[in-house]
Antibody, heavy 117, light 112 residues
């Protein structure tokens, strides 16, 4: 059974850092695209970043380039989103999802990130 | 960036009646491999998004056959043949032809 479970969310001050984890089961992250999508409460979906672990590169939305970094750990079968220089506008629920057939077929339950002083 | 525009923003439907949602992309979503990279997602209240349709018209595993997708190029439609109570939520189209991946603004479906 395919599952993705996010963790690492929380409250952080502006300018601070946070690391989100996405633990994957039911398939290997190696060679597969994993994507982070965020959603401000009450608003729509925004693609944040995608990574094809061990194969291709990573891609980011312009608003997080230079601040966010995706990485993967095959031994843990997990993907991470390192978020630095956080801003109030980064406050959102962050979902990780598997990208397959040019779509997102399985999603996690989400991790809440709040950037506030 | 490919802009995705959905209409209507909201729709109130009588149970058992059909519903239709439109999505337009600012450029063709046909990829070099010939596939059209348009998907539809459903987000029920308090839940993460769920895949309904990919490649315009392919229903994802477990999705009821009352959901169907159609369209080509830049114009796409999601149809629900007979709306049920569990279909309440927000529906998003999304394109995966090129980065940045983008979503439509969403269509909220409610029951009358």
């Amino acid at each position: 059974e395919v599952q993705l479970v996010e963790s690492g969310g929380g409250l952080v001050q502006p300018g601070g850092s946070l690391r989100l984890s996405c633990a994957v089961s039911g398939f290997s992250i190696s060679g597969n695209w994993i994507t982070w999508v965020r959603q401000v409460p009450g608003k729509g979906l925004e693609w944040v970043a995608s990574l094809q672990h061990d194969v291709s590169g990573d891609h980011y939305v312009d608003s997080v380039k230079g601040r966010f970094t995706m990485s993967g750990d095959s031994a843990q079968n997990s993907v991470f989103l390192e978020m630095n220089s956080l801003r109030a506008e980064d406050t959102a629920v962050y979902y990780c999802a598997r990208s397959n057939n040019a779509t997102f077929d399985f999603w996690g339950q989400g991790a809440i990130v709040t950037v506030s002083s | 960036e490919i802009v995705m525009t959905q209409s209507p923003p909201s729709s109130r439907v009588t149970l058992g009646q059909p519903a239709s949602i439109s999505c337009r992309s600012s450029q063709s979503l046909v990829f070099i491999d010939g596939t059209t990279r348009l998907s539809w997602l459903q987000q029920r209240p308090g839940q993460p998004p769920r895949l309904l349709i990919y490649h315009v018209s392919k229903r994802f595993s477990g999705v009821p056959d009352r959901f169907s997708g159609s369209g080509s190029g830049t114009d796409f439609t999601l149809d629900i043949s007979r709306v049920e109570a569990e279909d309440v939520g927000i529906y998003y189209c999304m394109q995966a032809k090129q980065f940045p991946l983008t979503f439509g603004g969403g269509t909220k479906v409610e029951i009358k």
